[in-house]
C-alpha cells in the first residue's frame, strides 16, 4: 500500500519561490519497480490539472505548457520522496497542490498526465500579486 504525505505549501508573492515535497511509502521507489510520480493542483471552481510527472526508475519528467521552464519535478530515491521546485510563481499558479502514485505507465501520454492511483492529501499554494 502506497501513502503520500505533502509538505512545504504557502504563501507567496507573485514572482517567488517555493518547494513542495511529497513523501511516499510502500512500493514506489523499490529497486525493481516502475511507477510514475507526479504533482496536480487543483482552484477553486476549475478542474484538477496535472502540471508535472516524472518515472521513479528512470527519472523521466513531464510538463505541462503552464508550468514548463518554472517549475521542476524531481526525486531522492533513497529518501523515497518527490519534490516540485516553484519558481517564478504567477497568482494564476495558486491552488491545492497533490502529490499521486501510480504503477500503470505510461505516465503521461497525449498531453495528459495518467497518474491517479493513490493521492496525497493536498498542500495549498497562495500566490497574491
Known amino acids: 500500500q502506497v501513502q503520500l504525505v505533502e509538505s512545504g505549501g504557502g504563501s507567496v508573492q507573485a514572482g517567488g519561490s517555493l518547494r513542495l515535497s511529497c513523501a511516499a511509502s510502500?512500493?514506489?521507489?523499490?529497486?525493481?519497480?516502475?511507477?510514475?510520480m507526479g504533482w496536480f493542483r487543483q482552484a477553486p471552481g476549475k478542474t484538477r490539472e496535472g502540471v508535472a510527472a516524472?518515472?521513479?526508475?528512470?527519472?523521466?519528467?513531464y510538463y505541462s505548457d503552464s508550468v514548463k521552464g518554472r517549475f521542476t519535478i524531481s526525486q531522492d530515491n533513497d529518501k523515497k520522496t518527490m519534490y516540485l521546485q516553484m519558481n517564478s510563481l504567477k497568482p494564476e499558479d495558486t491552488g491545492m497542490y497533490y502529490c499521486?502514485?501510480?504503477?500503470?505507465?505510461?505516465?503521461?501520454?497525449?498531453?495528459?498526465?495518467?497518474?491517479?492511483?493513490?493521492w496525497g492529501q493536498g498542500t495549498q499554494v497562495t500566490v497574491s500579486s
Open positions: 499521486a502514485a501510480d504503477d500503470r505507465l505510461p505516465c503521461w501520454a497525449r498531453g495528459t498526465i495518467r497518474i491517479d492511483n493513490t
Open positions: 510502500g512500493y514506489i521507489y523499490s529497486d525493481d519497480t516502475s511507477a510514475c
Open positions: 516524472i518515472m521513479s526508475d528512470t527519472g523521466s519528467t
